[in-house]
């Protein structure tokens, strides 16, 4: 469980109900898939959201190459990152995407990747970690287990550098379902569902 200002984290309603204040347009008339249009839209809610919790909210953040993991892997910027403004305190690191089926797991697994090595890096650990995903329906899940492990044990880069898994951090996965728009070619956010577990 987390406290304070992140504990909307902890509500999918609640979660639901800011992204419905935040972008009114995403629950109603919807967005065309087109390109990254709804990727955007949903790195818009995430700072906007970071930022109505009261932290600094910045998008597409490279994370500085500092640590003992400053050089394994590749570079990492996340789609949002939030510092408390006292003092640029991290806090948590965004990372969102798409998933359409099996073909889109190497896309996840790359982002949970993203947000171990941002970890290891960051000179204090943020206190959440967030990998969200949207879909079309809800029917298609990806093995959210495999993703909890890669965050959790670490992984070997490409280059047969081992990362460890993240120790002091909370992972949390969002599924942020779309339903289609009636008579159009867009797609509404519908519902935000945490999962915990596959």
């Not at 806090?91 to 099996?102: D, K, M, S």
């Not at 287990?145 to 990362?163: K, Y």
Request: net charge negative; charged share 25%.
């Amino acid at each position: 469980m987390i406290d304070g200002s992140l504990q909307v984290l902890n509500s999918e309603d609640q979660m639901l109900e800011f992204a419905t204040s935040l972008l009114p347009a995403w629950s109603t008339i919807g967005f065309r898939d087109f390109g990254c249009t709804i990727h955007s839209v949903g790195c818009s809610y995430f700072n906007a959201l970071g930022e109505r919790l009261g932290y600094q909210a910045i998008s597409e953040l490279p994370i500085e190459q500092r640590g003992d993991y400053a050089f394994v892997g590749s570079d990492v910027r996340c789609d949002s990152a939030w510092f408390t403004k006292q003092n640029f305190t991290l806090t948590a690191l965004v990372e969102f995407e798409r998933y359409v089926g099996a073909t889109d797991m190497d896309d996840l697994i790359s982002k949970v990747k993203n947000l171990a090595l941002a970890s290891h890096r960051s000179a204090s650990p943020p206190v959440v970690s967030i990998l969200a995903y949207w879909t079309k329906n809800s029917q298609l899940l990806p093995d959210h287990d495999h993703l909890r492990s890669i965050f959790r044990s670490g992984f070997e880069t490409p280059e047969r550098q081992r990362v460890p898994g993240v120790r002091n951090g909370n992972l949390r996965i969002y599924q942020l379902v779309h339903e289609a728009v009636e008579h159009s070619d867009r797609w509404r956010l519908w519902r935000v569902k945490e999962r915990t577990t596959t």
